[in-house]
């Protein structure tokens, strides 16, 4: 499941899908079940139709119709760095996976009106 | 249009001599020896994911970590070294996606989940990747006797 499609055409795994999302939504948006589970679908499929060592399917989600922004912030000329929320990690870290209540909002642009395809 | 993460970094670290990104000229290739709603899939994942009752990873870390079928996703921990986690911690099944194939095998779609998910970190040594770690999740997976294997970078 890739979100880089340069990296992963590099690597040229023998099967590889593409969704054009920021990194670190390989397999979705949170919180987004049925999403995730149309791109597992399609994920799913391709094991049984790509034929040839080395194809990788683009998927057609889109991260957000109205709002591109994303696109600047994955290691572009401005990110300052990444973390929870928006503190600067400055190295290895330990969190707690959970849906703990209270958590800053990312300082990934949101996207609006739902999911889109 | 995907980002071109090579070339983006490759500017970002302009400074440092350019990373050596793995290039392979072909893939193996083993055909689905059946279809994949009667196949056993393993979910691999490099985010660096692991259970409170596990050894957290370290800097460098070419170990693994087994995380049963049955986890529940949110008592998972995260150690890892410059990703943007707080979309993972609000839903680790963004890329960790545990949940969604549990009901992808209620619904039919898979045959089942393998035991165990494979969790590991980003090693940034190709060469340690392949000596040290690959042979141990090739035996994992063998052991599991597993017919389809969904791989997640993070």
């Known amino acids: 499941m890739s979100s880089a499609w340069d990296v992963t055409f590099a690597v040229r795994p023998p099967r590889a899908v593409f969704v054009n999302f920021p990194l670190n939504h390989e397999t979705g948006k949170a919180n987004e079940p049925a999403l995730q589970r149309a791109i597992l679908l399609d994920a799913l499929r391709a094991f049984e139709t790509l034929w040839q060592p080395g194809q990788m399917l683009t998927l057609p989600y889109v991260w957000d119709r109205d709002d591109r922004t994303w696109e600047d912030v994955d290691y572009g000329p401005q990110a300052t760095g990444y973390g929870v929320g928006t503190s600067v990690q400055g190295g290895f870290a330990e969190r707690t996976l959970g849906r703990a209540a209270g958590r800053p909002d990312t300082h990934l642009p949101r996207s609006h009106g739902g999911h889109s395809q | 249009m995907p980002i071109a993460y090579i070339q983006r970094t490759r500017e970002r670290y302009a400074a440092y001599p350019p990373y050596h990104w793995t290039l392979n000229h072909d893939s193996p290739w083993t055909p689905l020896p059946k279809p994949i709603k009667d196949c056993r899939v393993a979910l691999l994942s490099s985010g660096g994911l692991y259970l409170p009752d596990q050894p957290r990873f370290e ?54 989940l393998a035991d165990f998910a494979l969790s590991f970190l980003t090693l940034y040594s190709a060469r340690r990747e392949l000596a040290e770690r690959v042979p141990k999740l090739l035996a994992e997976l063998k052991a599991m006797a597993v017919d389809a294997a969904l791989l997640v970078p993070v």
């Open chain 2, 59 to 112: 800097d460098n870390d070419a170990s693994y970590r087994r995380i049963p079928r049955d986890t529940d996703i949110d008592t998972l921990r995260v150690y890892h070294h410059a990703y943007r986690d707080d979309d993972v911690d609000r839903d680790p099944n963004c890329v960790f996606p545990l949940d969604r194939l549990r009901e992808l095998v209620a619904a039919g779609v898979i045959g089942e």
